[in-house]
């Protein structure tokens, strides 16, 4: 695995690693919410076999990634830009995974001439998405945090500082906040030695210098996000567990009905976790692109 940092737009810092084949398709993994560019990702091993470099960075404000106040979900595509010119990529594929999913979707409508191909796993819908019930099915923390959103960054960015902190020292206290909550297929998945090392690490790198990636990822999904889906041409691949309730099965629904020839996979019986399950599947057709 390799650091680099990146200048991007406005002399901001841009954390990002890349593993896999050196000389492989280039594929851009964007991490979840929160998260970092250490979250959850095929072994480097795997990446190597099939031919492929994998592309991770920390969004503004997470990790070792300069802060970008007010960041609307389409500024990703300007980031994923710095990158790809200092790598000098002409062209490459994207995938978001959870929080990384609008972002992905950003890429691949305004990039259409550079990404090949994007996949959003769990994804977010737009806030106000028409004919979208977009709380329907949420998990009661999560309704009641991005309610709190919609009221203003006053009533919960300090609450947000205040958990972050707690989870940078002991980042298992974020899995334990979640477990409660989680069908029985995710509580086994986070059970697992492999993905809980995974999630305690991106969660700990996320919240290294603060909660304001955190606090800029929720705000921007809240607010309009600066570009329609319906506007995506290049090749879609939707996966969502169907027992999902922090990302509810029904966005990726409306999604696939708005991006012009999506192809929706809802799995039965999996939810939020269940896409770290078919990530490496994932990866292999963006790269097919």
Known sequence: MVRRLVEAVGGRRLAVETTGDPYGKPVFLLHGTPGSRVGPMPRSSVLARIGMRLISFDRPGYGESTRRPGRRVAEAAEDVVAIADAFGLDGFAVLGRSGGGPHALACAALLPERVARVAALVSLAPRHAEGLDWYGGMTPSNVREYTDVERGVEHFADTFR????????????????LVPELPPTDRALVSDAGIRRMLLATYQEAFRHGADGWIDDVLAFTAPWGFEVSSIRVPTRLWHGADDQFSPVDHSRW?????????????PGAAHFGALKVMTEALQWAAAG
């Open 162 to 177: 205040f958990r972050s902190g707690l989870i940078r020292d002991n980042p298992h206290a974020l899995i334990n906040d």
């Open 255 to 267: 999604l696939a009905d708005q991006i012009p020839g999506a192809d929706l996979y809802l799995e």
